[in-house]
Structures are given as structure tokens and as C-alpha cells.
């Protein structure tokens, strides 16, 4: 199905590359792409507008205040089973002003162990560009102290860790100080002064403007020459078109599958069937642990992890461990997260709702995810890991570990999977769309398995590997 909007064009520029969504997956491109290429113009859409200008926790708030933060501003613009958890955060910077207290690589052995979600790609292939994100992304302190020292020894045994940082500066000042990262609205308004103070400017940034259609060049065989977009706030049926080379979709993986199922492109030029197919995310399990009963546990703040144990598939999921306050006494509880991979299964996918549309008349996103009877597996053995951890640490429940709705964990990913074959997946390696030569998936869309690592650092790490296969690209196809 694809749809059209009727009223209201008028074209603006034109641009070599425009890069939908502002996240950390955008944010990535565009920040290596304009460093690389000196003479590329570049375009970002963003459909929410500034709400910060650097991430949550560097304005020195706490997480009960992200939390607050998150209910008033996040929308909802899926139907189905992430209903109920799956939610965006339009803004600029995307979800990454919010989240990313925990920075991980993607661990090697998820590139292979799932069968049916191969990486097509090598883990020494993405080594320099996770060097580059976490020299960019990794912010340089840590939790420390007494406290974060006696969880890492309690848990040892489970080879509980520090979380990555930058320089390590060690810091006991609140239980959230240690967790910032260089956010992707941080490192995209500095780019933009940078751009202001050049003798021309190159990088255009449209807030408040949703991308609704990819539109096909008649003229030119599988390629894409605008962007249809519509400024938030106008009467319905304003719309205008953006003209780029290159198209990279980064609105997040239901988004930008959605975009391109909207668009009605993948049913041209003999794509593949599964644009939308494979949607994954983290089976994710919450609790929270008292500990203030134990004489022996330090006060200060706590933020470590503990990584899975061993490649068996029913073992493959991460702990996080966390202090926040009590919201009724202020007392120091450990809130204890643990994210499983979910199995990569053609039918958990995103379509268009047939009877649900958006405030601009766009077909909202109507979504399947499922646990596999190996998914079941995962979740029982990471809530008997939870209850593992409890034991190591003593104390007791609060609120003892529950696994929270279908898209609670904001990590979803596959829709538009990089594979070799359009029978595998919905792009080929390097992301462009199968059957599309000028549109590319940049964002956790372009993962064949979800593993079990939180995404940041490898999305950035991606859409650095997807600039550098752009920025060798630009001057093939004309902006139209
Ligand atoms: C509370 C919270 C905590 C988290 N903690 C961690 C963590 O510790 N570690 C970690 O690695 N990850 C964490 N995450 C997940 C992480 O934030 C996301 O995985 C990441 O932001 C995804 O990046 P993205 O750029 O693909 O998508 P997003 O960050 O969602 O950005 C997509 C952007 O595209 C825009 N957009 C969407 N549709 C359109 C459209 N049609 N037109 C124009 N713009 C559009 C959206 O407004 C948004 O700004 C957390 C997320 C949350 C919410």
C-alpha cells in the first residue's frame, strides 16, 4: 500500500545525502560523513524539535527525573504488541538523550551464534569503528568507591565488571554520575557551529519535519530522488519535498521499516519480501533489591555489570546493575536489569495498520513479536540469573524481578537486516536496500541479530562503517 499525500508542495534543496532521524544511528553518519567529506551537502530530518542540548544526566538529573522526563514527552506511534512499551522520543538527538548508561560493544560471538541472523560481516571489520565510537561516545568517568568496588567482589564469581568508560575518572558525587555518554544532540550542535563558522554551509537540519514517502525517480530506475516530508504544526495536507542522492534511514528499526512499507517501495524493482520482517528486541526483566539491611554494603553509587556467562543460546543475556533512590524514603535500592537476545524469526515483523492512522493521515505501525520456545528458554534461565544475583548480593525483593511489555527495552532492531541475499533479509551488506541502489538502512534496523549488548555503541559503530561506504559513493548518483 502506498501512500500519497495530495496538496501543498514546493521543492527545497537539494543535498548529496539525507539522513532521516536525528539518534545516535544518524547522528553517526552524519558526523563521520561531514568530517570525511569536505565538499558533501547533507540534510537531517528530524521530526521532534530541541528538548535538550546534552544528555539527561549531564544537566545533572537523576533517573526518577528521566523517568518523569520520558512520560511527558515520549509518543507512541505503534499499534500491536509493542503497544503497550514500544514508544519514541522525538526529539533531536533521538532516544540517545536519554538513554545509554551502558555503552557495550556487541559481543563477537552474537555475530555468529544465531544461525538464521548471520552478521555478514567480521567482527575485525567493526573493531575500528567501535575504537572510533567509543572515543567519540564514552563519557570519561565511572561510578566508584566503596560501594561500586563491593558489588564488582560480591559478584566476581559472575565476572561482574564496571561498565565502559572513557578516562576512568572515578566518581562518588550521585548514583547517576559515571553513567552520561556524549550524547548525539551534544556532538550534532557542535557540529552545526562548526558548520556556521565555515565559509559555506553544508549541513541542513530540519526539526519539526516528518518524513512521510520515499518517492521513486521515474526517470532513473531504482533510485529515490525525494523525501516527502510535512512540518509539524501545519494545517494537514502541507507537505514539501526534500531531493537528495543518497537517503539513509535512520528513524529508528519500526520507523524506518515503516517508512519504506508507506512508501510502497518495497514492492517495486523486485525487493525483497522481508522489509519489516524479523523484528527483535531484549526480552527484558526488572526488579528491584533492598540491600540497606546489610552492614556490610557500603553506602555510594553503584553502576555494573554482569555479562553472559557462556555462548550457549539459553545463556545469552547481560545484567545491569544499577542504585537509584527510593521514591517514598530517598533510601539507595539496586535496580536490577536484565536484558536476553530474542531468537530472529521471520514472522515477528512490522506491517502498515489497516484501520489506524496518524495525525497526518500515514498509516501507523502495526507490529507481531513473539518469543520462540528458545526465547522462553532465555527468559526462565536469565530470571534464575537474577535470582543468582540476589543471593550473591543478600538482601531482599522490593519488587522482585518481572519481564516487563513487549518493547520495554527500546532496543529494537531487524526490520531492514543486512544479508547477502534478498531471500536472507531486506538489505544487502553494505545497507542499501535490495532492489534500491540510493537508499541505505543506518539504524538497528540493519541488524541480522539482536545479540544481547544495549545498541548505542553498535549502531554508531555501523552508521560510521555505513559513512565511510557513502563517503566512497558520492558523485555516483546525481542529486536529482
Ligand atoms: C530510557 C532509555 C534508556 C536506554 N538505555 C540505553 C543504554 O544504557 N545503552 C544503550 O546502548 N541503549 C540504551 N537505550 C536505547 C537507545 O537509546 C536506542 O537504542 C537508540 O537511541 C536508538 O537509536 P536510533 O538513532 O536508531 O533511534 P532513536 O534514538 O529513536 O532516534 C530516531 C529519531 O528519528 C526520529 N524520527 C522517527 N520517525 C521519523 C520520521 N518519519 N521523520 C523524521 N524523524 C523521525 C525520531 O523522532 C527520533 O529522534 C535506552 C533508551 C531509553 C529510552
Known amino acids: 500500500m502506498a501512500f500519497f499525500l495530495t496538496t501543498g508542495t514546493s521543492a527545497v534543496d537539494s543535498f548529496d545525502v539525507v539522513v532521516i532521524g536525528s539518534g545516535p544511528a544518524g547522528v553517526a553518519v552524519v558526523e563521520r560523513l561531514y568530517e570525511e567529506r569536505p565538499n558533501a551537502t547533507i540534510a537531517m530530518i528530524e521530526r521532534g524539535s530541541t528538548l535538550l542540548r546534552r544528555h539527561f544526566y549531564s544537566n545533572g538529573a537523576l533517573i526518577g527525573e528521566r523517568d518523569r522526563f520520558l512520560a511527558r514527552h515520549q509518543v507512541c506511534p505503534w499499534k500491536g504488541d509493542l503497544d503497550e512499551g514500544g514508544a519514541l522520543l522525538p ?69 561482574a565488571r564496571h561498565p565502559p568508560c572513557g578516562s576512568a575518572v572515578d566518581t562518588e558525587r550521585r548514583p547517576s554520575a559515571g553513567l552520561p555518554h556524549i550524547s548525539s544532540v551534544e556532538r550534532l550542535l557542535a557540529l552545526l557551529a562548526m558548520d556556521r563558522a565555515a565559509p559555506y554551509r ?118 545491569e546493575i544499577c542504585s537509584v533512590l527510593h521514591p517514598a524514603d530517598g533510601r539507595s535500592v539496586l535496580r536490577v536489569t536484565g536484558s536476553a537476545a530474542m531468537d530472529p524469526q521471520r514472522q515477528n515483523r512490522v506491517t502498515l495498520s489497516p484501520d489506524h492512522v496518524d495525525g497526518h493521515g500515514v498509516p501507523r505501525a502495526s507490529t507481531v513479536l513473539r518469543l520462540s520456545p528458545g ?61 534500491w541502489d540510493n537508499v541505505f538502512a543506518g539504524d538497528g534496523s540493519a541488524f541480522p541479530s539482536v545479540g544481547v549488548a544495549n545498541p548505542i555503541l553498535t549502531i554508531t559503530a555501523m552508521g560510521y562503517r555505513l559513512a565511510d561506504r557513502l563517503a566512497s559513493r558520492l558523485g555516483t548518483f546525481e542529486r536529482a
Open 202 to 319: 553544508r549541513l541542513r537540519l530540519f526539526t519539526d519535519t516528518r518524513a512521510v514517502r520515499l518517492v521513486a525517480d521515474p526517470a532513473r530506475r531504482r533510485q529515490i530522488s525525494r523525501l516527502r516530508c510535512v512540518p509539524s504544526g501545519e494545517s494537514r495536507g502541507a507537505y514539501f519535498d526534500v531531493r537528495g542522492g543518497t537517503f539513509v534511514l535512520a528513524a529508528s528499526a519500526v520507523e524506518s521499516a515503516r517508512l519504506v512499507l508507506a512508501s510502497g517501495v518495497q514492492a517495486l524493482n523486485g525487493a525483497s519480501t522481508n522489509v519489516g520482517r524479523y523484528l527483535m528486541e531484549h526480552i527484558y526483566c526488572r526488579g528491584y533489591l533492598d540491600v540497606s539491611s546489610r552492614q556490610e554494603m557500603p553506602h555510594g553509587p553503584i553502576n555494573v555489570f554482569v555479562p553472559p556467562q557462556n555462548a550457549a543460546l539459553e545463556n545469552r543475556f547481560q545484567v
Open 91 to 159: 526529539a533531536l538527538g533521538g532516544r540517545g538523550i536519554v538513554g545509554g548508561s551502558q555503552l557495550h560493544r556487541f559481543y563477537a560471538s552474537d555475530l555468529t551464534l544465531w544461525q538464521n541472523g548471520l552478521w555478514p560481516l567480521t567482527e575485525g571489520e567493526l573493531d575500528p569503528y567501535f575504537r572510533e565510537a567509543e572515543t567519540r561516545l564514552l563519557g570519561g568517568s565511572r561510578c566508584g568507591g566503596p560501594a561500586q568496588e563491593h558489588v564488582c567482589k560480591a559478584l566476581a564469581s559472575l565476572d
Open 375 to 435: 526465547d522462553e528458554r532465555r527468559k526462565a534461565s536469565l530470571l534464575r540469573g537474577l535470582q543468582d544475583i540476589s543471593a550473591l548480593l543478600g538482601g531482599s525483593w522490593l519488587a522482585p524481578p518481572v519481564v516487563m511489555p513487549r518493547g520495554a527495552s527500546y532496543h529494537e532492531a531487524g526490520t531492514l537486516r543486512i544479508a547477502h541475499s534478498p531471500a536472507e533479509g531486506a538489505a544487502a551488506p553494505d545497507g542499501s536496500l535490495f532492489g
